[in-house]
């Protein structure tokens, strides 16, 4: 099916059955990002990193239902471990980029003073 076969049905069946407030937040904010989303060439995204997020909750949670404090805390840990992840990844790469660079440019220098010399 199509984006727009789609988003007419979603419009026919459903959003007249959802309260106003969200059916003007589905049509004024999450519609046109969906369908840019599609337009970029998005429109094969699956939630395979959602799913795995949600296991680890659980497992975290030990399969149990938690009080609401207990919850947020969990995510808010979740979350920061994210980041934490997100954070250090982007700093190994820096130095690793940073690494690389200073290797390349001492090659160049090594071959300069190398062809000054000789």
Same mark, same amino acid.
């Given at each position: 099916?199509?984006? !727009?076969?789609?988003?007419?049905?979603?419009?026919?069946? &459903?959003?007249?059955?959802?309260? !106003?407030?969200?059916?003007?937040?589905?049509?004024?904010?999450?519609?046109?990002?969906?369908? +840019?989303?599609?337009?970029?060439?998005?429109?094969?995204?699956?939630?395979?990193?959602?799913?795995? &997020?949600? +296991?680890?909750?659980?497992?975290?949670?030990?399969?149990?239902?938690?009080?609401?404090? !207990?919850?947020?805390?969990?995510?808010?840990?979740? @979350?920061?471990?994210?980041?934490?992840?997100? !954070?250090?990844?982007?700093? &190994?790469?820096? @130095?690793?980029c940073v690494t690389v660079l200073y290797v390349c440019m001492s090659c160049i220098v090594y071959e300069m003073c190398m062809s000054f010399f000789h």
């Open positions: 099916m199509t984006y !727009d076969a789609v988003l007419g049905q979603l419009q026919q069946n &459903i959003l007249p059955t959802v309260p !106003d407030d969200l059916r003007s937040y589905f049509t004024s904010k999450m519609e046109p990002m969906l369908k +840019h989303n599609v337009e970029a060439g998005c429109g094969n995204w699956t939630n395979n990193a959602c799913e795995s &997020i949600n +296991h680890v909750l659980k497992q975290r949670q030990q399969w149990k239902l938690p009080m609401l404090p !207990d919850l947020v805390t969990n995510l808010r840990s979740l @979350v920061d471990a994210q980041y934490a992840d997100a !954070d250090r990844a982007l700093s &190994i790469n820096f @130095v690793l």
